[in-house]
């Protein structure tokens, strides 16, 4: 679907990105030591029924504000712990998404689970709602380790979760590893990667432990592995999962063929998504106004559900700027090893190329290319405006030209 707009003072021909739904669960069993997400302890009767009719009232207003309107690629239940919902409060869900948006029969829909929060036979029900992808948030193998992260579940729950999702039929499994947990040796965390290849996923998030601030463990550090360390870590991570097949697809996406995530991969291609749910983030482009805005949510649950006006959902909102466009487009897409076709940038944002500083006057603006593709660029600080944009990433240096 190609809109010919005019952005910003800028004629380009901009095509409507392809639509993705985020949907926010913001239960939990307990609060994670070094979780900043948006989540908190579950009350001792979740309101589900409430909760859930409150999304799809979100929804059908994220849907008035779509024109033209587009179907659904991929819906993401995240959070949080979604599988503290029932399997009737997910189908419940889904089938009200359907009645008010366009979500084809082929569309990638993933729940998050933790393990050890889902009810036998839980996941059959999941599965028969029409999900199609089980993320199982493992995190290790180890008990240990699980332990010193203050996880609620055991190696045997990791194990007990990936066989009754093979057992409801889910044929597409992503595990969430996470290396660099306190104490953790470089053997240790190459065992734990490979006892989770050995449950056979077809997706694995192998992604490093941080310290975010406002948790408990930025707050009280644990003893954590040193930088050399870690990149050992994930050094030898690469290669064990490229020994089996998989892939990386992003900075702590690994695939076996064919099973990239299509929602996620969205995001990282700038494309748009819808957000509902407590402190939910959203991005649409919107042709008849002109502009790509970003919204969110209340990020209170009471409050989420509390509020009598559908307008007041919203904890804010905010147009991109060109200069908001040109990071926020730089900073997801070269996430992707393989950078992004130049064309993308201008079909995502509707700026033209010029738009990305390449060939500045400034030499210290630069875009790196490598076979037509930009892979890496260069914004720093500029000494007259403090308040521009720093970042530097860059794939496959050894390979890229610059231009
Ligand atoms: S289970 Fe996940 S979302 Fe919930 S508190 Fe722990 S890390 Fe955060």
């Given at each position: 679907?190609?809109?010919?707009?005019?952005?910003?003072?800028?004629?380009?021909?901009?095509?409507?990105?392809?639509?993705?739904?985020?949907?926010?669960?913001?239960?939990?069993?307990?609060?994670?030591?070094?979780?900043?997400?948006?989540?908190?302890?579950?009350?001792?009767?979740?309101?589900?029924?409430?909760?859930?009719?409150?999304?799809?009232?979100?929804?059908?207003?994220?849907?008035?504000?779509?024109?033209?309107?587009?179907?659904?690629?991929?819906?993401?239940?995240?959070?949080?712990?979604?599988?503290?919902?029932?399997?009737?409060?997910?189908?419940?869900?889904?089938?009200?998404?359907?009645?008010?948006?366009?979500?084809?029969?082929?569309?990638?829909?993933?729940?998050?689970?933790?393990?050890?929060?889902?009810?036998?036979?839980?996941?059959?029900?999941?599965?028969?709602?029409?999900?199609?992808?089980?993320?199982?948030?493992?995190?290790?193998l180890s008990a240990?380790?699980l332990?010193?992260?203050?996880?609620?579940?055991g190696p045997a729950d990791v194990r007990?979760?990936?066989?009754?999702?093979?057992?409801?039929?889910?044929?597409?499994?992503?595990?969430?590893?996470?290396?660099?947990?306190?104490?953790?040796?470089?053997?240790?965390?190459?065992?734990?990667?490979?006892?989770?290849?050995?449950?056979?996923?077809?997706?694995?998030?192998?992604?490093?432990?941080?310290?975010?601030?406002?948790?408990?463990?930025?707050?009280?550090?644990?003893?954590?592995?040193?930088?050399?360390?870690?990149?050992?870590?994930?050094?030898?991570?690469?290669?064990?999962?490229?020994?089996?097949?998989?892939?990386?697809?992003?900075?702590?996406?690994?695939?076996?063929?064919?099973?990239?995530?299509?929602?996620?991969?969205?995001?990282?291609?700038?494309?748009?998504?819808?957000?509902?749910?407590?402190?939910?983030?959203?991005?649409?482009?919107?042709?008849?106004?002109?502009?790509?805005?970003?919204?969110?949510?209340?990020?209170?649950?009471?409050?989420?559900?509390?509020?009598?006006?559908?307008?007041?959902?919203?904890?804010?909102?905010?147009?991109?700027?060109?200069?908001?466009?040109?990071?926020?487009?730089?900073?997801?897409?070269?996430?992707?090893?393989?950078?992004?076709?130049?064309?993308?940038?201008?079909?995502?944002?509707?700026?033209?190329?010029?738009?990305?500083?390449?060939?500045?006057?400034?030499?210290?603006?630069?875009?790196?290319?490598?076979?037509?593709?930009?892979?890496?660029?260069?914004?720093?600080?500029?000494?007259?405006?403090?308040?521009?944009?720093?970042?530097?990433?860059?794939?496959?240096?050894?390979?890229?030209?610059?231009?």
């Open positions: 679907m190609v809109k010919s707009c005019q952005y910003f003072g800028t004629a380009v021909r901009v095509a409507l990105p392809p639509l993705s739904l985020y949907v926010h669960i913001p239960w939990c069993l307990s609060k994670c030591p070094y979780c900043d997400f948006n989540s908190y302890p579950r009350p001792s009767d979740i309101p589900e029924t409430a909760y859930v009719e409150r999304l799809l009232w979100d929804l059908e207003q994220e849907t008035t504000d779509l024109f033209p309107p587009r179907p659904l690629i991929s819906v993401f239940i995240g959070g949080g712990t979604p599988n503290l919902l029932s399997g009737a409060a997910i189908a419940r869900l889904l089938g009200g998404v359907r009645n008010l948006i366009e979500l084809p029969a082929d569309a990638e829909i993933t729940l998050e689970a933790n393990p050890g929060a889902a009810a036998a036979g839980r996941f059959s029900a999941y599965r028969q709602a029409g999900v199609n992808r089980l993320s199982i948030g493992a995190q290790s240990r380790h332990e010193r992260i203050a996880r609620r579940h007990s979760a990936v066989d009754q999702a093979r057992r409801a039929g889910f044929e597409n499994l992503n595990l969430d590893l996470m290396y660099g947990l306190p104490g953790q040796s470089l053997a240790q965390a190459c065992r734990d990667l490979e006892e989770t290849l050995a449950l056979k996923p077809e997706h694995i998030s192998y992604y490093q432990l941080s310290l975010e601030p406002d948790t408990a463990f930025y707050h009280a550090p644990p003893p954590l592995p040193d930088g050399d360390l870690l990149a050992d870590m994930q050094l030898q991570g690469i290669e064990i999962l490229g020994a089996q097949g998989f892939r990386p697809y992003e900075m702590s996406a690994y695939a076996a063929v064919g099973h990239r995530c299509r929602h996620n991969l969205n995001y990282w291609r700038f494309g748009d998504y819808l957000g509902i749910g407590a402190g939910a983030h959203g991005k649409s482009t919107l042709p008849v106004r002109k502009r790509i805005e970003r919204r969110w949510k209340l990020r209170d649950p009471t409050a989420y559900l509390d509020r009598a006006n559908r307008d007041h959902l919203i904890g804010g909102k905010q147009t991109l700027s060109e200069a908001d466009l040109i990071a926020e487009f730089a900073l997801n897409a070269l996430r992707l090893p393989e950078g992004f076709d130049a064309s993308l940038f201008e079909r995502r944002t509707g700026l033209p190329l010029t738009g990305l500083p390449i060939g500045s006057t400034r030499p210290a603006q630069r875009a790196y290319w490598c076979q037509s593709r930009i892979v890496g660029y260069d914004q720093p600080s500029s000494d007259t405006d403090s308040s521009t944009t720093s970042f530097s990433i860059l794939h496959r240096t050894s390979t890229a030209g610059q231009k």
